[in-house]
T-cell receptor
Framework: DIVMTQTPLSSPVTLGQPASISCRSSQSLVHSDGNTYLSWFQQRPGQPPRLLIYKISNRFSGVPDRFSGSGAGTDFTLKISRVQPEDVGVYYC?????????FGQGTKLEIK | EVQLVESGGGLVKPGGSLRLSCAASGFIFSDYSMNWVRQAPGKGLEWVSVIGRGGTPIYYANSVRGRFTISRDNDNNSLYLQLDSLRAEDTAVYYCARSPPGDTPDYWGQGALITVSS
């Protein structure tokens, strides 16, 4: 199975400042169809996960444009341009390139 | 509005069985693959299984293969997960989530808690 490794595991940030989370896969996530099925999810306390970004950099419906995704191959990044109070939660990367999907360990975003 | 509602969770003894259901509405169910993802208390997300639009293909995480069975009923817009030979480490909230075929889960249910304990 593909192993997804996120860093950092915890990220204290100041409101209005940027935040960045990295995700590295143990093998390339480029699918045979040419797509890279790397996505990012946000999970607020007590809530189910919410899709933010799919195929590296595509924002899902209703996701604010302060969230952006980038990367290629095995290295990917989620950026929040200006952290807001409602961004507190845990963020997960996930690969859907391989049949057995796998998640990163999660990164807890908290306000300083 | 896309809605996914899980049911069937509860307390079960080790070695026991349980069947989870997920009722879907607000979209054409047969157009989407469906997933089960779980989250143990205080832990991260673990993908469990996926089933294709027509019932195939089916894939499982290594941790549940041979014990869990995913299925779907497109006529009734329902997804199921049969959980057998349950272990304490299967204790988790189980989410159903739809995904475009071959792609990432986009909408998720609120989850159903399964507790495996004697």
């Amino acid at each position: 199975d593909i192993v997804m490794t996120q860093t950092p595991l915890s990220s204290p940030v100041t409101l209005g400042q940027p935040a960045s989370i990295s995700c590295r896969s143990s093998q390339s996530l480029v699918h045979s169809d040419g797509n890279t099925y790397l996505s990012w999810f946000q999970q607020r306390p007590g809530q189910p996960p919410r899709l933010l970004i799919y195929k590296i950099s595509n924002r899902f419906s209703g996701v604010p444009d302060r969230f952006s995704g980038s990367g290629a191959g095995t290295d990917f990044t989620l950026k929040i341009s200006r952290v807001q109070p409602e961004d507190v939660g845990v963020y997960y990367c996930m690969q859907a390139t391989q049949f057995r999907r796998t998640f990163g360990q999660g990164t807890k975003l908290e306000i300083k | 509005e896309v809605q996914l509602v899980e049911s069937g969770g509860g307390l079960v003894k080790p070695g026991g069985s349980l069947r989870l259901s997920c009722a879907a509405s607000g979209f054409i169910f047969s157009d989407y693959s469906m997933n089960w993802v779980r989250q143990a208390p205080g832990k991260g997300l673990e993908w469990v299984s996926v089933i294709g639009r027509g019932g195939t293909p089916i894939y499982y995480a290594n941790s549940v293969r041979g014990r869990f069975t995913i299925s779907r009923d497109n006529d009734n817009n329902s997804l199921y997960l049969q959980l057998d030979s349950l272990r304490a480490e299967d204790t988790a909230v189980y989410y159903c989530a739809r995904s475009p075929p071959g792609d990432t889960p986009d909408y998720w249910g609120q989850g159903a808690l399964i507790t495996v304990s004697s």
